[in-house]
């Protein structure tokens, strides 16, 4: 099983915590934008990490 998650922000750690434990996949979306990069610990928590760049979002509307 996976999940996606688009946030920073260190509210979501017991969460992706619990997901884990469960066997979930966990990749993370963020912005590597200076004052928008994500929690240090919840990079280090997830499977996977992805930067979002024009290049995704342009590939997203199409």
Known sequence: T???ILTGDSDF????EIAKSEGVHITLFY???E???PHDEL??????RRI???E???SWKR
């Open 2 to 4: 996976h999940a996606a």
């Open 52 to 54: 979002i760049n024009q």
């Open 31 to 33: 912005s590597d934008k």
């Open 56 to 58: 995704m979002i342009d």
């Open 35 to 37: 004052g928008c990069l």
């Open 43 to 48: 990079l280090d928590m997830v499977d996977a």
């Open 13 to 16: 750690l017991p969460a992706v």
